[in-house]
């Protein structure tokens, strides 16, 4: 159904599946606002669903799942198909990670009766948009020792929160006429911690020894920590109508999250299914757990041998005949910001997944401008399978742009198309999202998953 309006012909059972699937959507975003969480989550789903972890595997046969998990950021699952793996796969690949603030590795500082602690932006934001809202503190401490410490801090409702400060309007008369990208810099994303001392100890002292005490940590082990400082929300239904959800992190935890539940839909499948969920999405694919790393294509060989094929080509084969898709999100219409977008090209809420053909910015530089004959391909499974979908790109042209891992996959000479669900106030601490196109990514994931 391409373009057209969910809502025209939903009957009452689809509805309420929308909404189910919504409610279940809403559980994993809480528990999964940064990406290790996010794994933690995946593989709890995927081992009640009987997938085993792949490192474990001797051989390996048609309907085997298996998961693998990349230094607790990154995660790949697998359904075996009937096919040999070197006649393809079938690849939905979203990310995990999101716009947010990281702690500096050494944060803590005493100033005027306060203590901070300083951050480093991760991602594109809009810096005046994270000042004054409730924050949590989310991660991982580990001791010299080797000892994990697992943080979170803010997001029981009993837990205190953290925040930004903003200057008060009364004095803010030159800050007022700052352009929007000075209003508030990014060394100035500093996080209010405590204001308390005792008689014999100052601020800074005072929590020094709290967090030893509370902890058992030292200033020092901030150096090996990963913290990360997100908005405190919880997802929420959004509009009169609950048709839509507010949250921290759609981007891309609505794309990852229909990903996961179409694989652990799938029994017997024809090619072998393929999910990978990477970290880094948000600074360029980089690192070890981003879409550039490896492990991927580490993971598909040790399929591969596992499998009793130890032929390098038959890697080559595998990953070139391979069919993918790019779950990530894209702008919807906003109808505050219409100018923004060429109408007849824009993603719109509740008409389905959104299917871009390139991303890119400055005449599609960086884009991976997807082939016809594949498009023709998607349209063809879409219909057959009475999916609601769009095609579209991000923005009028030259009024910016983005980039997905599409074009990084890309390069196995793989197809690779962009396909996600539309989201309106994207990177914001609160980004919206419409539960009929969340829905319709999972239908639209498992027919593919199925082709
Ligand atoms: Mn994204
Ligand atoms: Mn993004």
């Avoid at 975003?29 to 794994?39: H, S």
């Avoid at 490896?294 to 084969?317: G, P, T």
């Avoid at 007849?344 to 053909?357: D, L, M, P, R, V």
């Avoid at 991303?359 to 349209?379: L, M, P, V």
Wanted: glycine share 6%; charged share 25%; aromatic share 10%.
């Amino acid at each position: 159904m391409f373009n057209t309006n969910i809502y025209i012909d939903a009957d009452e059972k689809k509805v309420n599946e929308i909404n189910a699937f919504s409610e279940d959507y809403k559980a994993f975003l809480g528990n999964a606002k940064i990406e290790r969480q996010a794994v933690k989550e995946v593989v709890k789903l995927a081992k009640e669903k009987g997938f085993k972890d792949l490192s474990d595997a001797t051989t390996i046969k048609a309907g085997d799942k298996l998961y693998k998990v990349n230094k607790n950021k990154n995660v790949i699952l697998f359904v075996v198909g009937k096919k040999p793996i070197t006649s393809g796969l079938r690849i939905l690949g979203a990310h995990i990670d999101s716009p947010r603030l990281d702690l500096k590795m050494q944060p803590l500082y005493e100033d005027n009766g306060f203590t901070l602690l300083d951050t480093h932006y991760y991602g594109g934001i809009k810096k005046y948009q994270w000042v004054t809202t409730p924050l949590s503190i989310i991660g991982v401490i580990y001791k010299k020792n080797g000892e994990k410490l697992e943080v979170s801090i803010g997001e029981d409702e009993n837990d205190p929160v953290f925040g930004i400060g903003d200057l008060l309007i009364h004095l803010a008369s030159s800050q007022m006429s700052k352009e929007a990208s000075k209003v508030v810099e990014g060394e100035d994303l500093d996080v209010t911690f405590s204001s308390r001392r005792s008689k014999d100890k100052d601020v800074k002292e005072y929590i020094v020894d709290l967090l030893k005490e509370k902890y058992d940590i030292t200033l020092d082990d901030f150096i090996s920590a990963e913290l990360e400082v997100v908005p405190s929300m919880k997802p929420r239904d959004y509009g009169i109508d609950r048709s839509m959800i507010a949250g921290y992190g759609h981007d891309d935890k609505v794309c990852a999250y229909p990903s996961v539940r179409a694989i652990l839909d799938m029994k017997i499948v024809e090619y072998t299914s393929c999910v990978i969920l990477t970290d880094k999405e948000e600074i360029g694919s980089v690192g070890a757990t981003g879409a550039h790393s490896q492990f991927f294509e580490n993971s598909v060989a040790e399929l591969l041998i596992k499998s009793n094929d130890n032929n390098y080509y038959s890697l080559k084969q595998a990953l070139e005949n391979s069919k993918m898709l790019s779950c990530d999100v894209t702008g919807a219409l906003d109808p505050l910001y219409s100018s923004a977008s060429d109408k007849k090209n824009a993603s719109y809420f509740n008409k389905g997944i959104s299917f871009e053909k390139y991303t890119g910015a400055r005449g599609k530089s960086q884009a991976n401008d997807s082939n016809a004959e594949y498009i023709s391909f998607i349209r063809k499974v879409m219909d057959e399978n009475n999916i609601y979908y769009q095609f579209a790109e991000l923005g009028k042209v030259d009024k910016g742009g983005g980039g997905t891992i599409a074009y990084i996959l890309a390069k196995y000479n793989m197809d690779v198309i962009d396909a996600g669900v539309p989201v309106l106030n994207m990177h914001a601490p609160m980004e919206i999202i419409a539960k009929a196109d969340l829905y319709e990514a999972y239908l639209a994931y498992k027919a593919f998953l199925n082709s």
